[in-house]
């Protein structure tokens, strides 16, 4: 059945766009068959249609999150890891927890980081789900897309795994039997046979994504991983050059620079993006940009580990997609799109204000300008479903789809705001979501989930965490 809607007297609408087409002149949004079918002002409600006013609103097309670990859901906070960086918190969470998540557990977990991002305005999840092993079930992949079609999103599978075992989980309480390269790619197929959708406004689509490629797959199997996966018509994503560790294996092991190893193996291209890159040389900055190969940044979880802060503006400036991931909750612990754009809006002009010296020396105060909210909300938005391939996704324009955000500015912490727009991204906070829509219905209302229980899944999710701590 064809939902139409008219949403009308809207105080601003970013469209996900760049430079003056940022924001809509129009107040007024009409939806027909899932896409934008009209925008303006005054429009007068036709025959049929469901009328939502959004007076003292601002709308925000759906965020687009594109790297995630949706298993780390009931692992947020886990006292062992708190204070830890990137190697050490990986085998103190999860890698000594991952044994823990049977379907049902998985199943919880997906649901509640699924239910934190929608209701942050998020319409578009990419997870990055590496649990897998030799001879475990493939009913993950399932499982995952089943959670997210219950809440009306569109979802993104980043089938990782390995094919060898790292030297960080090389130990009896950690290891886990790794997939034979022919196990991995034959498993890619079958999902993205099932499950990989082409065309405008996809709902489902696969990525072929080894958990970090520098370490797990050998040298020899890079290039028939990524051409696997080409000849599949599946972009690549993978983590990489995260914390120094990734400079410092790369260095001893292949004699070059991450990147480098990466372009060596054909794992650069406007098909493949990369979580985090906060360690990088000027050259591979260069190569990143030339290749037009993408990052997925992670800002909170990047901060939260040590990891350093990736160079989202000069990549993007170099011609890098950059787009918006929130990482797992296990090292972001709250997370959600709004805190997690709120973060990457302040870190980037505090790290160039940082860098300022004084004059004569330098230029004296500078860097309030480096990233604007009108870029936080293109990175998040638009760059994020090009860079995934959801096309006819991702913007707020006619003949797009209807994937967008009601965000009521009725908290007192957004009073006074002489420019509203920038609400939800320069006060912070989660304002309160009026209306989320997905591929044009209505998915949430007046922060609210049909069907859900949120009290319900709170003592499930204290249920499963208690297990988790008696299982260690």
Same mark, same amino acid.
């Given at each position: 059945?064809?939902?139409r809607i008219l949403i009308?007297?809207a105080?601003c609408i970013f469209?996900?766009?760049?430079g003056?087409?940022?924001?809509?002149d &129009?107040?007024?949004?009409?939806i027909a068959?899932g896409?934008?079918?009209?925008?303006?002002?005054?429009?007068?409600?036709?025959e049929?249609? =469901?009328?939502?006013d959004?007076?003292?609103c601002v709308?925000y097309p759906?965020?687009?999150?594109?790297?995630?670990?949706l298993?780390?859901?009931?692992l947020?906070?886990?006292? #062992?890891?708190?204070?830890?960086?990137?190697s050490?918190?990986?085998?103190?969470?999860? $890698?000594?927890y991952?044994r823990?998540?049977?379907?049902?557990?998985?199943?919880?977990?997906a649901r509640?980081?699924?239910v934190?991002?929608?209701?942050?305005?998020?319409t578009?999840?990419a997870?990055h789900?590496?649990?897998?092993q030799a001879?475990a079930?493939?009913?993950?992949?399932e499982l995952? $897309?089943?959670?997210?079609?219950?809440l009306?999103? =569109?979802?993104?599978?980043? !089938?990782g795994?390995?094919?060898?075992?790292?030297k960080l989980?090389?130990?009896d309480?950690l290891?886990q039997?790794? *997939?034979t390269l022919e196990?991995m790619?034959?498993?890619?197929?079958?999902?993205?046979a099932? $499950?990989?959708?082409r065309?405008?406004?996809?709902?489902?689509r696969?990525?072929?994504a080894?958990?970090?490629?520098?370490v797990?797959?050998p040298k020899?199997?890079?290039?028939?991983v &990524?051409r696997?996966?080409?000849?599949m018509?599946?972009?690549?994503?993978s983590?990489m050059?995260?914390?120094? #560790?990734? $400079?410092?294996?790369?260095?001893?092991v292949?004699?070059?620079?991450?990147?480098?190893y990466l372009?060596?193996h054909e794992?650069?291209g406007?098909?493949v993006w990369?979580a985090h890159l906060?360690?990088?040389t000027?050259?591979e900055?260069r190569?990143l940009g030339?290749t037009?190969?993408?990052i997925?940044?992670?800002?909170?979880s990047?901060?939260r580990?040590a990891?350093?802060i990736a160079?989202?503006?000069?990549?993007?400036k170099?011609?890098s997609?950059v787009t918006?991931?929130?990482d797992?909750a #296990?090292?972001?612990e709250?997370?959600?799109?709004i805190?997690?754009?709120?973060?990457?809006w302040l870190l980037? !002009?505090?790290h160039a204000g940082?860098? #300022?010296?004084?004059?004569? *020396?330098?230029?004296?105060e500078?860097?309030a300008?480096?990233?604007t909210? *009108?870029?936080?909300?293109?990175?998040?938005?638009?760059?994020?479903?090009?860079?995934?391939?959801f /096309?006819?996704v991702?913007?707020l324009?006619?003949?797009?789809a209807?994937d967008?955000?009601?965000?009521?500015?009725?908290?007192? =912490?957004?009073?006074?705001?002489h420019?509203p727009?920038i609400g939800p991204?320069a006060?912070?906070?989660?304002?309160?979501l009026?209306?989320?829509?997905?591929?044009?219905k209505?998915?949430?209302e /007046?922060?609210a989930?049909p069907?859900l229980?949120l009290?319900?899944l709170?003592?499930?999710?204290?249920? *499963?965490v208690?297990?988790?701590?008696?299982s260690l």
């Amino acid at each position: 059945m064809d939902t139409r809607i008219l949403i009308r007297n809207a105080q601003c609408i970013f469209t996900g766009q760049q430079g003056a087409q940022a924001r809509s002149d &129009a107040t007024d949004l009409r939806i027909a068959s899932g896409v934008v079918a009209e925008m303006g002002r005054g429009l007068q409600p036709q025959e049929g249609e =469901r009328v939502l006013d959004a007076r003292d609103c601002v709308i925000y097309p759906g965020w687009v999150n594109t790297h995630h670990h949706l298993f780390q859901s009931l692992l947020k906070g886990v006292p #062992a890891g708190i204070d830890l960086t990137l190697s050490p918190w990986l085998q103190a969470v999860p $890698f000594a927890y991952r044994r823990g998540f049977d379907e049902k557990r998985l199943r919880l977990a997906a649901r509640i980081g699924l239910v934190e991002l929608l209701r942050s305005g998020c319409t578009t999840v990419a997870d990055h789900h590496y649990l897998f092993q030799a001879g475990a079930s493939q009913e993950a992949a399932e499982l995952l $897309f089943d959670e997210a079609d219950q809440l009306g999103l =569109r979802f993104m599978l980043l !089938r990782g795994g390995a094919t060898v075992t790292r030297k960080l989980e090389d130990s009896d309480k950690l290891v886990q039997p790794p *997939e034979t390269l022919e196990q991995m790619i034959a498993a890619v197929e079958q999902t993205a046979a099932r $499950f990989h959708q082409r065309g405008p406004r996809a709902r489902h689509r696969i990525a072929m994504a080894p958990t970090s490629v520098h370490v797990s797959l050998p040298k020899e199997q890079l290039k028939e991983v &990524a051409r696997a996966a080409r000849a599949m018509g599946l972009p690549l994503h993978s983590h990489m050059s995260e914390s120094v #560790a990734y $400079f410092e294996y790369c260095r001893e092991v292949h004699n070059c620079l991450p990147i480098e190893y990466l372009a060596e193996h054909e794992w650069l291209g406007p098909d493949v993006w990369l979580a985090h890159l906060c360690h990088l040389t000027p050259g591979e900055m260069r190569l990143l940009g030339e290749t037009r190969t993408g990052i997925a940044h992670c800002p909170q979880s990047n901060a939260r580990l040590a990891d350093g802060i990736a160079p989202a503006p000069a990549l993007a400036k170099l011609g890098s997609p950059v787009t918006i991931g929130v990482d797992g909750a #296990a090292s972001n612990e709250a997370a959600d799109m709004i805190s997690e754009l709120h973060f990457a809006w302040l870190l980037h !002009r505090a790290h160039a204000g940082a860098q #300022a010296r004084p004059r004569p *020396e330098g230029a004296g105060e500078e860097g309030a300008d480096v990233v604007t909210v *009108e870029q936080i909300v293109h990175w998040a938005s638009a760059s994020g479903a090009q860079m995934l391939g959801f /096309d006819g996704v991702g913007t707020l324009q006619v003949g797009q789809a209807a994937d967008l955000a009601v965000y009521g500015l009725d908290d007192p =912490r957004y009073f006074g705001l002489h420019d509203p727009a920038i609400g939800p991204i320069a006060s912070g906070g989660r304002p309160r979501l009026r209306w989320l829509l997905c591929d044009g219905k209505v998915i949430a209302e /007046d922060d609210a989930i049909p069907g859900l229980d949120l009290a319900e899944l709170q003592a499930q999710a204290r249920a *499963e965490v208690k297990a988790l701590m008696q299982s260690l």
